[in-house]
């Protein structure tokens, strides 16, 4: 199967002289074909620039990034990003939206309309498939994204947070619809996220990673049965241990980055500390 990507002694470094900072040093990470792979990490830890490099907008600075085995050149229809920002175009109605990429290639309609109208069905948007971004709720323009990378049939999808900011029931409609689309085709999925309920929901395999210089502190299997839904995996205690035990690393990792004076660690920090209060084991308690 195509789509796997793996990265090998990947550096990366911003800025000049005494302003050199690496975001990454020393990254080795696998991104196996025809699985969902979720990496999660502190806010600011690196993951953005991981994406960048994976989608191949910028360049490490060391290391090799590559895709079934050949160099990572330019961006590429093979491997496409989802943001978090909307990436449609205000002046095109969603069908033509979802129809972009395989026109602009100059495929013939026959080639992309049955599988354009099979996708909007998918993603609940065969009645709105006339209507423009602006008149679609955020829910709607996600899945609309969502439809018009996956036309394009990449080998690999890489996503970076991309259902941030939307309110708690429409995110978890967003994971179903994205995680039938995964079952469905079984594409490379590289989901970036700092939610750790959205993180095991999804992974097959979760990625743990370090607060910066970015590496990888554990790959954790999350091996639930599929298809998921969110009542099992909340009553999971499977799940709860795998969610428990990234806790724990992402709470070490947000203690590395505070006593490094990182502001950002300190709000992340506050705010796991809160999550964890009630249930979470301490090494003590949890023997
Ligand atoms: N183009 C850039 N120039 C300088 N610094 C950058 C650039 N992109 C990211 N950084 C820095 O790299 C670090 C990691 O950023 P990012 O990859 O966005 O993290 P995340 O997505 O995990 O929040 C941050 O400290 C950020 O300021
Ligand atoms: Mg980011």
Aim: hydrophobic share 45%; with cysteine; net charge positive.
């Amino acid at each position: 199967m195509n789509g796997a990507m793996q990265l090998l002694g990947v550096a990366k470094s911003y800025g000049e002289g005494a302003a050199r900072r690496p975001v990454l040093e020393g990254l080795d990470l696998d991104i196996p074909a025809g699985r969902l792979t979720v990496i999660i990490g502190p806010s600011g830890c690196g993951k953005s620039t991981l994406v960048r490099l994976l989608a191949g907008f910028e360049r490490p600075t060391r290391g090799s990034v590559t895709l079934d085995g050949r160099p990572v050149g330019g961006a590429d229809r093979r491997r496409l990003v989802v943001f978090q920002e909307s990436a449609l175009f205000p002046w095109m109605n969603v069908a033509d939206n979802v129809a972009y990429g395989p026109r602009a290639r100059g495929v013939r309609p026959q080639g992309w309309r049955p599988q354009a109208a099979a996708l909007l069905e998918r993603v609940g948007l065969r009645a709105f498939a006339g209507r423009y971004p602006s008149q679609l709720s955020g829910g709607m323009q996600r899945r609309a994204e969502l439809a018009r990378a996956l036309v394009n049939e990449p080998e690999v999808m890489i996503l970076d947070e991309p259902f941030r900011g939307l309110d708690a029931m429409t995110r978890e409609l967003m994971h179903a619809y994205y995680a039938d689309l995964f079952e469905e085709t079984r594409r490379t999925q590289c989901f970036v996220t700092t939610d750790i309920d959205e993180a095991v929901f999804l992974a097959d395999r979760l990625v743990v990673m370090s607060h910066a210089p970015m590496r990888v502190r554990e790959v954790i299997e999350v091996d639930l049965p599929r298809p998921r839904r969110a009542a099992d995996v909340l009553a999971s205690d499977r799940a709860n241990d795998i969610k428990m035990r990234a806790l724990t690393l992402l709470h070490e990792e947000a203690m590395r980055a505070f006593a490094g004076g990182s502001r950002a660690a300190g709000d992340f920090l506050a705010a796991y500390a809160r999550r964890r209060a009630p249930a979470v084991p301490t090494p003590e308690t949890r023997a």
